[in-house]
């Protein structure tokens, strides 16, 4: 029989990541109007175009509501309570990374983020994003020399206007719903990549979010364009203090591909979740979508979830090149008092288009995990196919596991396959392997990464690693 | 809408039963589902509203019954025409149930009825007069086979209820039969209470004519150790809903349901079910197939609910449809909602069209395309044909739905 109790005592590991930095920051006052929103696009400087898409997406904003349907249990936002701008002071121009503050260098650190030259990871280019603001970007001049742009959105604002003004919202339209509308209006930084025709990006890019304030909503917003024939694979992790108060997390993702290119996007969340409680804890609710455009394009989600008190994502993908691929990979695990409703969209618009999605869902404690998925087949996706699978894993009796995959065929020349699954930690495994000598907290470890294994296989190298290390984390402790 | 505004100015019905009283006060204000909501979202409202856009008819004309006479020992009730029953003998009794029996089981539920998960049985408790309003109570082994019929009359609403208590240790096979006429709607709701250790074969056959409309709805209660089997078949309709909720009240029990909707024209026709597992080990097999052709729409959503205490559960669903059009469309939701640890669930969905490569093999061994169509169309019908109980051997369902369609 297994102990319930001992299970629960393995999924129960503190956060390691809740530390402050104490550092000087620059932030607006509180509240949302047009004032705000002007002053921010004054500090970015930004050109008439921008401020006119934020003043145009809030004014959608004041007129939609905000959504129920996924029915998330939490206190209503006071929108009104929140600072849209923090950032930490420092010199104005950064020519090297020398002059950033080194109590942010540290920060950075500490989270197994280094961006000091000597430390820099091996092929891997980072932009760190603190608060609302981009504060460093590593391995620049060596993507230049590829033609490769990897910057700050602010910067990419003032340098390649044009590429902005004519894909920015065009993924994510300012209207597509309540938290983009807002990310729309408010968005204070992200990640710019674009990646010209016919290259295969030398490193892969990485942005690390970390929110230090708690009382700065954080709305990054991230924008790839990948032209013909070129290919990018693209990481993301983040991180936050623990606070006893709810901080609100609204990015919005938007990856284009042309013809033949691919575009590989992998996140490992671990926003602070809360307490046992469930007091505190990020508010993650975010839009992330790529649209295939081209032929042949593909676009790949892989995603590890394992923080934040809420999560409300559903990285989708329009395909309509044809021929076009969309995937989806995901790990979601919660615990204590977290709720996720995530899962993706895959509209097949073109023809010959195909789609795999692979859920795995682990809830714990008192959790909920529900995977809410839409598969559409339009009129024109002749010859499409989609393949679904979502299992999930439940450990302790008051945990709970839903599965919503809507799906809806208008094409009768194509196919859709989704299965579904529910199940447990089996005590027959358990009981093997600890026969074999093998420690229960790493026997569950052990099985959990099983689990997972169809995931994390999608993952690229160091985000697996740290993926098996922040389950590890979650679920045991010692292991990585 | 004229019945929803007739609900409004409650000028429906002159003398109201207690019933009517009770779920007319309900729908007066909010006489329509949230058309937002699940259940409802993807109902097309020209259809809804257009079924609802009859006169309540409480006569019931002499009518045929398309089917033919049995010529076993069944025992066969139309709903609203000749439904005194009163059968005792030394194995069986099938008997009516009493106002007060009925009054009283119609309250219970009515209490916890939601306004858009229980709208069609709302309403038909609303219309439904005491004529149309049957309730049997039924004990005993070796009973004979049931069928139970109701139908519409064109250009009028109708409303039948039917209501069975299958006392412990007892078993049958019920088919019960929704005709719909042309320019018709028919709302027909059926509850099931079958206690400890009972067991139905239960077949719902719902054909319809020309612009015929029905919103069919069937609640069900299993105590310990009973066994429910369902077979359905919904065909010809403009619009037809089939809701079905299914209640393991104390688990222990066994459900298992093969359901099927053909759309052809422009019809559109849904089937909802909800099945919750109250108390430990229940089980569940359910298959839903759905064939839509031409502009039709065919919808189905299913959701299985396991709450804490129904450890051991195992259910498994699954929708399997099939597309021949493009102008077509399938909407599918297969949904779980899972807190007890310890069970099996899984469910399933896929959504092709007839396979090209039997297809292919077929021709060559010449067989003409069309015939070839047929036998895979026919084999697709056949697991759910074959598991509704007593119309299989006399009633060609298979060759109604291959040829007529």
Redesign the interface.
């Known amino acids: 029989m297994v102990n319930e109790n001992l299970v629960k005592d393995v999924v129960k590991k503190p956060y390691k990541y809740g530390f402050v930095t104490d550092i000087e920051t620059e932030k607006i006052s509180k509240g949302l109007n047009e004032d705000i929103i002007r002053l921010i696009s004054e500090k970015k400087e930004e050109p008439q175009y921008l401020l006119d898409f934020r003043l145009k997406a809030f004014k959608k904003w004041q007129k939609m509501d905000e959504p129920d349907w996924a029915g998330l249990g939490y206190k209503q936002i006071d929108y009104q309570d929140i600072i849209y701008y923090s950032a930490p002071k420092q010199k104005e121009k950064i020519s090297s990374l020398d002059e950033v503050d080194p109590k942010l260098l540290e920060t950075f650190d500490k989270l197994g983020i280094p961006l000091t030259e000597q430390k820099k990871l091996t092929n891997v280019a980072v932009d760190a994003v603190f608060d609302s603001v981009s504060i460093a970007t590593t391995f620049r001049d060596e993507l230049a020399k590829h033609g490769v742009i990897f910057c700050s959105i602010s910067e990419a604002v003032k340098n390649h206007s044009d590429l902005i003004e004519k894909y920015l919202g065009t993924v994510v339209p300012a209207s597509d719903n309540y938290f983009a509308a807002l990310n729309s209006a408010v968005f204070s930084d992200g990640s710019f990549v674009y990646i010209p025709k016919g290259v295969t990006c030398p490193m892969d890019l990485s942005s690390y979010f970390r929110i230090n304030s708690g009382d700065t909503g954080q709305f990054e917003r991230t924008l790839i364009i990948a032209e013909e024939s070129s290919s990018v694979s693209y990481l993301e992790g983040c991180t936050a203090p623990m606070f006893d108060t709810n901080t609100l997390h609204a990015a919005v993702v938007e990856l284009i591909a042309l013809d033949d290119a691919s575009i590989k996007y992998s996140t490992v969340q671990n926003w602070y979740a809360g307490d046992e409680e469930g007091v505190g804890g990020i508010f993650n609710f975010v839009t992330k979508r790529g649209k295939c455009l081209g032929k042949r394009s593909k676009i790949s989600w892989s995603q590890v979830e394992t923080g934040s008190s809420i999560t409300w994502k559903y990285p989708s993908c329009l395909l309509l090149g044809e021929e076009s691929i969309g995937e989806f990979y995901s790990v979601a695990l919660t615990n204590n008092l977290q709720q996720a409703d995530t899962g993706t969209k895959m509209i097949h618009i073109g023809p010959k288009t195909k789609s795999t999605i692979v859920s795995k869902g682990i809830s714990a404690g008192n959790s909920i995990n529900s995977y809410r998925g839409l598969v559409k087949m339009g009129r024109k996706a002749a010859g499409s196919r989609n393949y679904s699978q979502c299992d999930s894993m439940l450990i302790g009796d008051q945990a709970s596991a839903n599965t919503f995959p809507y799906i809806k065929s208008q094409q009768s020349n194509s196919e859709i396959e989704h299965e579904a699954s529910t199940c447990r930690i089996s005590e027959d495994q358990l009981f093997y392997l600890q026969s074999r000598g093998i420690e229960f907290e790493e026997a569950v470890s052990m099985m959990v990464s099983g689990f997972c294994r169809d995931v994390f296989n999608q993952l690229p190298m160091e985000f697996a690693a740290e993926a098996d290390k922040l389950l590890a984390l979650k679920l045991e402790g010692s292991v990585g | 809408m004229e019945i929803i505004e007739k609900i409004k100015t409650n000028k429906l019905i002159d003398k109201q039963t207690e019933i009517q009283k009770i779920c007319l006060n309900k729908l007066k204000s909010s006489p329509l589902p949230n058309p937002k909501s699940e259940l409802w979202r993807l109902s097309n409202k020209s259809k809804f509203s257009n079924c609802l856009n009859y006169s309540i008819n409480e006569k019931n004309p002499k009518y045929n019954i398309p089917f033919p006479e049995n010529s076993q020992n069944a025992i066969r009730l139309i709903i609203g025409e000749n439904c005194q029953i009163k059968l005792i003998n030394e194995n069986y009794s099938i008997q009516q149930l009493s106002e007060d029996e009925l009054n009283k089981y119609i309250k219970q539920q009515i209490a916890c009825f939601d306004q858009n998960e229980n709208w069609s049985d709302l309403l038909n408790l609303s219309l439904s007069s005491t004529k149309n309003f049957l309730g049997l109570k039924i004990n005993g082994s070796k009973i004979p086979p049931i069928e139970i019929f109701s139908h519409a009359s064109s250009n009028s609403l109708n409303a039948k209820t039917l209501v069975i208590f299958l006392e412990k240790n007892c078993a049958i096979e019920l088919l019960q039969v929704n005709l719909g006429k042309e320019n018709s709607s028919l709302s027909q709701s059926t509850f099931f209470l079958l206690e400890e250790n009972s067991s139905v074969n239960h077949g719902v056959v719902s054909y319809g004519e020309n612009r015929s409309n029905l919103l069919n709805s069937l609640n069900v209660i299993q105590q310990k150790n009973s066994e429910y089997n369902l077979g359905s078949l919904h065909f010809k309709f403009n619009y037809a809903r089939f809701e079905i909720s299914i209640k393991q009240s104390a688990g222990n029990a066994k459900t298992n349901i093969k359901g099927m909707q053909i759309t052809k024209k422009d019809e559109q026709i849904s089937t909802y079910t909800k099945i919750d597992f109250n108390g430990p080990n229940g089980f569940l097999d359910q298959i839903n197939k759905s064939l839509a052709d031409d502009k039709s729409h065919a919808i189905f959503e299913g959701s299985i609910i396991v709450p804490?205490i129904a450890?051991k559960t195992d259910a498994s669903q699954l929708s399997r449809?099939l597309?021949?059009?493009?102008?077509?469309?399938?909407?599918?939701?297969?949904?779980?909602?899972?807190?007890?640890?310890?069970?099996?669930?899984?469910?399933?969905?896929?959504?092709?069209?007839l396979n090209e490569e039997e297809l292919f093999y077929m021709r060559t061994r010449g067989i003409t395309l069309p015939e070839a169509s047929k036998l895979q169309l026919s084999s697709y019908f056949q697991e759910i044909i074959s598991f509704i109980p007593v119309s299989k051997d006399r009633w060609d369902l298979l060759d109604k739905l291959l040829n007529e369609n």
């Not at chain 2, 021949?324 to 069209?353: F, M, R, W, Y």
Request: charged content about 25%; hydrophobic content about 35%; aromatic content about 0%.
């Open positions: 804490k450890q449809n597309l021949l059009s493009n102008l077509a469309q399938i909407d599918t939701k297969p949904q779980l909602e899972i807190i007890a640890d310890d069970v099996k669930c899984k469910h399933g969905a896929t959504i092709s069209q």
